[in-house]
């Protein structure tokens, strides 16, 4: 599995030479990647009917207390997901080259789609908590791109930033759950963590980490309140528009949850968060849906309340409700991708998106408009269609429901007959009626944007009709693996005259009621209302909050990096002076008993004089010089102190260090303006007020830290060892140049390209002043 993820990201970076070579061929080629990718997965199948599992692990980081593999693990969730990415990226790839064909961009585009494949595949792979994070990270990114693929378009530039800003806060809420996981379980393959469940929601931290990784599931699988990002993503172009949407990022969020069912699920909580806002979802986006005229906002508001349809599944957490989340993902994936890529032969070909502005294509693009009919039969869950099948399995597990089943069923009712209409008008308003007059003369597609659509449409008709090719192959792995523990069921289009099969005769006839009534609906004042609460207002709060971000950093900007190295150290100091303070002054246990009985009255002497002489020289001093002049003098008294107690060298290598120190910053000050021009009376005191408390601060702080118990090891071990190892009697220089030797030499080092870079600036000075001189 490594060796395919890492083959798809070695191609994706080789692919625009492939395109120079390969030119209007290289979608055919490059498709074989993921068409090679789905026969290797689709090849441990019988394995996996039988209820196997894959593990492969490489180590990745390894550290005494923290290792990382780079590991897999295919079971039966795993395995559906990973043939959707790579069965429909194979048409996906071949459909870019079709309807990007003649782009200047294209290869821009394989790379972005290639990257995002392995990424995608990586998240469903991945065993290791950090693997699957990163993979994760890595969809947010090159969806970026691909989503700003227009980027010469403002609008695309926004979408993509609002996506990456959504995605990108809830992937560092979802890496703390999974380390805080990690660490309250004590492992790190989910493989592991699948049997540490009880564990998990035992934990005191359970809350916790329920929540922050819901919160990187919901932004990213476009969740109420975050559902307004997807829609804006259709800023992006169809191929990728049809990816996302049908087997890729927007799902990773469900794939999550789905995997990590059998460990944070079976809760109360869990029930209400997941189920409520899934229930929360699919209404809202469903009935979203039906105030637009765009395709793809049709399709993309349809895809929210198909995720929020998964959500409410995974948080029912029954069985039935097992067995309709694998149906519906497939189902979804199926006839969403061939919608899409429609929608964008219709736009491609004809010209226009718009449902009012098409009519009548069904003679000029006959392939698109079967493929259409078929897909969209399958998304209003019409029989004989597999989407029929996930429907009524929906419906079931409503009815079934341990929490409010009359809300749950009667809300997944009211969606449905939104989402019928919707289905009926992307496929009956633009190929049926009287033809309509289209931007550009329509035609049907090329074989590249066709073969897909199709394909998926005759599977959604194939798996409906024979239930059998796929239910016990992959639908029964799949529920198991959401589910954690072995499942038997097998799918059937028939069930007999049944509550779910009224409640479908129901949704179908409300659902043609509504489209027989939608354009005055779709005009009505509390249509209106409803698509601006719910899909505008989300957006202006976006905005806002982005905007709010951006007016407080240009205010910090302003106020802390105005350029004044005196408002950096003010800054620096006031923020050590209160965090260390609160903490030294809050914090009990803090030892503070200073001895100041060996200390000589000559000693407070000099300290106090020292001390209180420079304090009122810096307060009041109103020349640069004087004040540095004075910072040295306290230099020269700790080395007047170090001769005191007999640490002559110390003493010689202080005033040596001072002296240096006070020339380099005069010589400085020169080309400094005058202290006089930017320093006020009341800026003097704020310092010394300042100064003072930093002062007061390291002083107990030191006091604090001596009164502390001394432990000799170290130093008993260089007077010990300084001699025996190292030939020399005095410790501080053995120090220096023997037992750390390597930092006193890059020390030096430092000092060195300081000197040179100073001697540089000098002689450059000199040579500016000199052709000045010469020029004038």
């Known amino acids: 599995m490594l060796i395919v993820i890492g083959l798809i990201f070695l191609v994706a970076l080789l692919s625009p030479g492939i395109h120079r070579i390969l030119q209007e061929k290289t979608g055919w080629f490059l498709a074989l990647l993921p068409l090679g990718s789905f026969i290797y997965l689709l090849s441990w199948l019988p394995e996996i009917a039988a209820g196997g599992t894959v593990a492969q692990s490489t180590t990745w980081v390894s550290m005494e207390f923290f290792e990382v593999n780079l590991a897999f693990y ?10 959707i990415i790579t069965g429909i990226g194979t048409f996906i790839v071949l459909y870019g080259s079709g309807y990007l064909g003649g782009d200047a961009y294209l290869p821009r585009f394989y790379i972005a789609i290639l990257l995002f494949m392995g990424s995608m595949l990586g998240v469903v792979l991945a065993d290791n908590l950090i693997s699957i994070f990163v993979f994760w990270e890595l969809t947010s990114f090159t969806s970026y791109l691909l989503i700003g693929f227009s980027h010469e378009q403002e609008n695309s530039r926004k979408a993509a930033l609002q996506a990456l800003l959504v995605t990108g806060i809830g992937g560092l809420a979802l890496l703390g759950g999974m380390v805080l996981m990690g660490y309250a379980s004590g492992h790190w393959e989910v493989s592991a963590l699948l049997n540490e469940g009880d564990i998990i929601r035992e934990h005191p931290h359970y809350l916790a980490i329920l929540l922050l990784v819901l919160a990187g599931a919901f932004t990213k699988s476009a969740q109420f309140p975050f559902h307004f990002w997807l829609p804006g993503a259709m800023a992006a172009p169809t191929p990728v528009s049809a990816y996302l949407h049908s087997a890729t990022m927007v799902k990773a969020g469900v794939y999550l949850l789905a995997r990590m069912h059998p460990v944070l699920g079976f809760t109360e909580t869990w029930m209400i968060l997941v189920g409520g806002f899934g229930l929360a979802t699919l209404l809202i986006s469903a009935w979203l849906s039906l105030s637009f005229t765009d395709l793809k ?26 067995q309709g989340l694998a149906v519906y993902i497939l ?11 429609v929608a964008g032969a219709i736009d491609h070909e004809a010209g226009t998106r718009d449902v009012r502005r098409l009519g009548g294509l069904r003679g000029l693009m006959p392939i698109s408009a079967v493929a259409a009919g078929l897909a969209a039969l399958s998304m209003a869950g019409i029989p004989p269609l597999f989407g029929f099948i996930a429907k009524e399995l929906v419906y079931e597990a409503a009815l079934e429901s341990a929490l409010a089943p009359i809300l749950f069923i009667s809300l997944a009712v009211l969606a449905n007959m939104a989402i019928v209409a919707a289905s009926a008008i992307v496929v009956l308003r633009p190929f049926f009626g009287k033809a309509v007059e289209t931007p550009k003369k329509a035609h049907e597609a090329p074989l590249s944007m066709w073969a897909g659509p199709l ?19 992959l639908m029964l792995p799949a529920a198991s693996g959401v589910w954690g ?5 097998y799918l059937s289009l028939w069930h007999g005259i049944n509550l779910p099969l009224i409640l479908s005769i129901a949704t179908l006839a409300g659902g043609l009621l509504i489209y027989k009534v939608w354009d005055p609906l779709r005009e009505s004042a509390p249509m209106k209302t409803y698509q601006a609460g719910f899909a505008h ?48 002054l809050s914090r009990s246990g803090i030892i503070f008993n200073p001895d100041f009985s060996d200390v000589h009255v000559y000693e407070w002497t000099l300290s106090l004089a020292v001390l209180v002489s420079l304090g009122i020289m810096l307060t009041f001093g109103k020349s640069r010089l004087t004040m540095i002049v004075a910072a040295g003098i306290v230099g020269f008294s700790l080395a007047l102190i170090y001769l005191i107690h007999g640490a002559a060298d110390l003493a010689m290598t202080q005033v040596l260090v001072e002296t240096l120190t006070v020339i380099l910053v005069v010589l400085v000050l020169i080309h400094v303006p005058k202290l006089r021009e930017i320093r006020s009376t009341a800026s003097r005191f704020r310092d010394g007020i300042i100064a003072a408390s930093a002062g007061v601060l390291m002083t107990l702080l030191i006091f604090a830290a001596t009164a502390a118990p001394f432990d000799d090891f170290i130093s008993k071990f260089y007077a010990d060892a300084s001699y025996p190892l190292a030939h020399g009697r005095n410790i501080v220089n053995v120090i220096l140049v023997d037992f750390r030797a390597l930092d006193t030499m890059g020390e030096v080092v430092v000092v060195a390209i300081a000197g040179i870079a100073v001697y540089a600036l000098v002689k450059m000075t000199r040579a500016g002043t000199s052709t000045a001189n010469k020029e004038s």
Request: hydrophobic share 55%; proline share 3%; glycine share 10%.
């Open 485 to 489: 523990e072995p499942l038997d069921f």
């Open 297 to 322: 906002q049709i399709l993309a508001y349809s895809t929210v309340m198909a995720l929020g349809t998964m959500m409410m599944l995974i948080g029912l957490g029954t069985e039935i409700a097992m």
């Open 537 to 584: 207002v989300p957006v202006k709060a976006y905005e806002g909050l982005v905007n709010g971000m951006l007016g407080l950093a240009g205010w910090q900007t302003r106020v802390l990096q105005n350029g004044l190295i005196s408002n950096y150290l003010l800054t620096i100091i006031i923020t050590a002076v209160v965090a260390i303070g609160y903490t030294f």
């Open 74 to 83: 295919l079971d039966g969730l795993s395995l559906m997901f990973g043939l």
């Open 331 to 341: 189902s979804h994936a199926m006839y969403k991708g061939a919608l899409f890529m």
């Open 455 to 473: 394909t998926l449409a005759v599977l959604s008709v194939l798996f409906g009709v024979l239930p059998f090719l796929v239910d016990k192959s």
